[in-house]
């Protein structure tokens, strides 16, 4: 499958999905799929990694396939398990009809297709149809969890000891997401290409907002922007992300404010900031009159 015939093609593709994408973004994003290579996009939360991933996924018709990834996760949840109960099931039938089986045939039972529980990593590999594999927020995971990721984006392929080798009959698109919370290994990193995504300018975000928000009044779409761009310049404990951004939009329309003065911005703040301690600090340096009844 090609799954974008240019980076011009890509843009449009992905504007046409919902995503707004600069050229180096569709370049990047055009390169995964041509050198069929893993994608690790990095950068603060909030700034569009999971749903460029998504958007690919709209835009080429593939299936989305998620890793969500996090502390403690595990082989077991990130690769492939076996149906202990089902197994057990399967040895006390056969004990209860009294027919004896050595443990050979007993093994070669048991560990068949039909106890195999796939999580996101085979599922992915064994799709016969196309596929994006997003790996979400890879950082949260011990470091030795990415020795589980090297064969599958070296080879994309997984080695089960019961079964052998399974081998991709066709390569996902594969998306790694990373909040830069920890550094990820050079080995991940050497068989990806790499982006890293930062908040958009005023202008693009404004393009953003009018994308998603159609009905936003030029005028409010600006000062909201402006806004949120002295947001991300103070010490926050999360920083507005551009679903946040939105989502205000949506806020404002709905309370039909047509003005971000000093009163709107307190009495909404709720829908962009999600620490009382942010709220507090954004009332500070933005010199609001805190009303105490902001979003929730």
């Known amino acids: 499958m090609t ?21 180096a973004t569709a370049t990047t994003a055009f390169l995964a799929g041509a050198l069929e290579k893993p994608l690790l996009l990095e950068g603060p939360a909030g700034v569009g990694k999971t749903e460029l991933a998504k958007a690919v996924a709209r835009a080429t018709g593939a299936e989305l396939v998620r890793l969500q990834c996090y502390e403690g996760l595990d082989e077991a949840r990130a690769l492939y398990e076996w149906n202990y109960k089902k197994q057990l099931l399967r040895i006390q039938s056969q004990a209860g009809t009294g027919e004896a089986a050595d443990w050979s045939q007993t093994h070669d039972d048991i560990f068949t297709e039909e106890f195999l ?21 890879v950082d949260k995971t011990d470091i030795e969890v990415e020795g589980l990721l090297l064969e599958v984006l070296s080879d994309f392929q997984v080695t089960i000891p019961e079964l052998g080798t399974v081998a991709a009959t066709r ?11 920890r550094e990820l290994s050079e080995a991940v990193k050497r068989r990806c290409l790499y982006l890293h995504l930062d908040y958009p300018d005023a202008e693009r975000e404004r393009e953003i907002l009018q994308a998603q928000v159609p009905d936003l009044d030029d005028r409010i779409a600006e000062q909201l922007v402006a806004t949120v761009g002295r947001l991300r310049d103070l010490e926050l ?18 309370l039909e404010i047509r003005d971000l003065d000093e009163k709107a911005i307190n009495d909404t703040l709720g829908a962009v900031l999600k620490h009382a301690s942010d709220q507090a600090r954004a009332v500070k340096e933005l010199r609001l009159v805190s009303t105490g009844s902001t979003t929730k």
Request: hydrophobic share 45%.
């Open 3 to 23: 799954w974008f015939e240019s980076p011009a093609q890509t843009a449009d593709l992905l504007t046409k999905a919902g995503y707004l994408a600069d050229a």
């Open 117 to 137: 529980l796939t999580r996101p990593l085979l599922t992915a590999i064994r799709r016969d149809e196309p596929t994006v594999l997003l790996i979400d927020e």
């Open 171 to 181: 390569r996902p698109y594969v998306v790694l997401t990373s909040n830069a919370s």
């Open 237 to 254: 404990k999360k920083a507005p992300s551009i679903a946040e951004s939105v989502d205000w939009a949506r806020t404002l329309i709905a």
